[in-house]
């Protein structure tokens, strides 16, 4: 249904404990290193991801330069690997592309595109936290890229996620759509927005359902839930039904929200007033959970 939820690597946190182990596993014939470069644009080939090996790099760097992922939960001998590189040392062979990853979802098929959502989120973390949060000495990379460790005063950081809500509210049978002026143009989404500290995740949909729009909702229920490394996410999704349809842009956050019905979303895709967030994401598949209830297909009018 969307992208980022079929990881079918198997993390073995204990070996991440033995350097020695780690560092045969990455010189291993069957590793695979999913590279990215200094932009988060990651390794690609024509055919999808380019996934190298050690037997493929001219020189293997240095062990602590690359995080290991874990291990192919069907085969226990093929070790997963990142990195960053930086891109102007890094030569290219003819077929290999830097790509962003976000536009480059639709062509990372699964269970790939989740992995490399995994390894996306952690070097972006390792990029922010260089420093020690409570002394601010230069802070270790340890445990194969699971944590980093401060030698000045012993504190230990872990890698973090940031919650955000995302949620489809309809009354009747309408859902609210809304975008951002920042937006492409005609590009509409769900709501969505980060938990704040001591909210529960249904506390924080309810207050930026009203913030946002300005609408009160009946108390939301779970859809489901996916990383989003953009840069270090993860979305939860709800569903939430509006107690009156009257629209407030309250916080000025978005620049225009509407509702639209089973009848009109046809029409507004198809003259391109209305353009639908990546496929592949949480935003789609709530937007297409709505529509399926009202036995609509939306690939009628969009490609995806
Ligand atoms: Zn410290």
Request: hydrophobic share 40%.
């Amino acid at each position: 249904m969307f992208k980022f939820n079929h990881n079918f690597l198997d993390r073995d946190s204990l070996s991440r404990t033995d350097p020695v182990a780690i560092k045969n596993r990455l010189a291993s014939t069957k590793s695979k290193l999913i590279l990215f470069n200094n932009r988060y644009q990651v390794l690609m080939q024509p055919d999808g991801l380019h996934l190298t090996n050690a037997k493929h790099l001219a020189n293997i760097p240095d062990s602590k330069q690359w995080i290991y992922l874990g291990h192919s939960e069907f085969d226990p001998d093929e070790p997963w690997f990142c990195a960053r590189v930086n891109d102007s040392e890094f030569e290219l062979s003819h077929h290999q592309q830097w790509h962003d990853l976000r536009l480059s979802l639709p062509s990372i098929t699964e269970p790939t595109a989740s992995i490399v959502a995994y390894a996306k989120a952690l070097l972006y973390w390792h990029s922010q936290h260089k420093h020690c949060g409570k002394c601010g000495a230069k802070a270790e990379v340890h445990m194969s890229g699971h944590e980093r460790h401060c030698p000045a005063c012993d504190h230990t950081m872990y890698p973090r996620t940031d919650p955000a809500i995302i949620i489809a509210v309809t009354y009747n049978e309408q859902l609210l759509l809304a975008r951002q002026a920042s937006w492409p143009k005609a590009r509409y989404s769900v709501l969505a927005g980060f938990v704040e500290p001591g909210e529960s995740f249904e506390h924080a949909a309810i207050r930026e359902v009203k913030e946002e729009s300005g609408l009160d909702i009946h108390f939301p229920k779970y859809f489901a839930s996916q990383p989003w490394p953009f840069p270090c996410s993860i979305m939860i999704g709800f569903l939430a039904e509006a107690k009156h349809q009257n629209l407030a842009l309250l916080d000025q956050e978005l620049e225009h929200a509407v509702w639209v019905s089973p009848e009109n979303i046809g029409s507004l895709l198809s003259n391109g007033e209305l353009k639908l967030p990546t496929y592949g994401s949480i935003s789609h598949a709530l937007i297409e959970h709505w529509a399926n209830t009202h036995q609509l297909n939306l690939s009628r009018w969009i490609d995806n």
